[in-house]
């Protein structure tokens, strides 16, 4: 089956524009998170949403916001950017609703660069 | 807070030897979930192993295992017959019910970067 799709693969923004990443998760799972990753920090855990509703939220400012559609396909938005918004941003899809054992399965990743 | 720590940011190896990955975790809960997660140079991340806490006997896949010390909140990961295509970025994750909440909440450590060597 097809795994997680995330577009675009790569993007360059300047500071002060706005950014939309999408992410189409495997089928059947209702669970999206997404992750910002940098060399420094590392994975950081930005959101999960379940079910058209966020269940969970990592410590980001506001500017950082996600929704999740009824096909369970998800949107990132990053409003106003910033350098330090410079990162591979990665999406995972799992079935976390019901048991906590199930993998995560991981798209590419949009690398997000900001100049 | 559940926080995962993994304190080696790089080790190297030479192929077919073995190598171990370290990684501690901090958690109020009884039970949760360990994985390793492993990302190649090409970025996609897949899962390597998993262990429940619950269970004492330790994970195996093929070259890949674990030592799991629940008391210790230590979870390692061992890697046999090194091979090039190890060559990646290794994250330790812990899922558990997120702080206060009922829902599950998977946690990354910041990886490490394992470079095997022909």
């Known amino acids: 089956k097809a795994g997680v799709t995330q577009t675009p693969r790569y993007l360059i923004k300047t500071r002060g524009q706005q950014v939309t990443l999408s992410c189409s998760p495997i089928?059947?799972?209702?669970?999206v998170s997404w992750y910002q990753q940098t060399p420094g920090q590392g994975l950081q855990f930005l959101f999960e949403?379940?079910?058209?509703?966020?269940?969970n939220k990592g410590n980001f400012p506001g500017r950082f916001s996600g929704r999740q559609f009824s096909n369970s396909r998800s949107e990132m938005n990053v409003s106003t950017l910033e350098l330090g918004d410079s990162a591979l941003y990665l999406c995972?899809?799992?079935?976390?609703?019901?048991?906590?054992?199930?993998?995560?399965?991981f798209g590419q990743g949009t690398r997000l660069t900001v100049v | 807070a559940q926080t995962v720590t993994q304190s080696q940011p790089e080790m190297s190896v030479q192929e077919a030897e073995t190598v171990t990955l370290s990684c501690t975790y901090d958690?109020?809960?009884?039970?949760?979930?360990l994985f390793w997660y492993k990302q190649p140079p090409s970025r996609q991340m897949i899962l390597v192993i998993r262990?429940?806490?619950?269970?004492?006997q330790n994970a195996t896949e093929n070259r890949f295992s674990v030592n799991f010390q629940k008391a210790a909140k230590s979870f390692s990961l061992k890697i046999s017959d090194s091979q090039l295509g190890d060559t990646a970025m290794y994250f330790c994750?812990?899922?558990?019910?997120?702080?206060?909440?009922?829902?599950?909440?998977?946690?990354f450590g910041k990886g490490t970067l394992l470079t095997v060597n022909p």
């Open positions: 958690t109020s809960e009884s039970n949760y979930y």
């Open positions: 995972a899809s799992s079935t976390y609703g019901t048991a906590m054992n199930t993998e995560a399965f």
């Open positions: 994750a812990f899922i558990g019910r997120s702080s206060g909440g009922s829902n599950y909440k998977l946690t």
């Open positions: 089928s059947g799972h209702r669970s």
């Open positions: 949403y379940f079910s058209e509703t966020q269940r």
């Open positions: 262990q429940e806490a619950y269970k004492q």
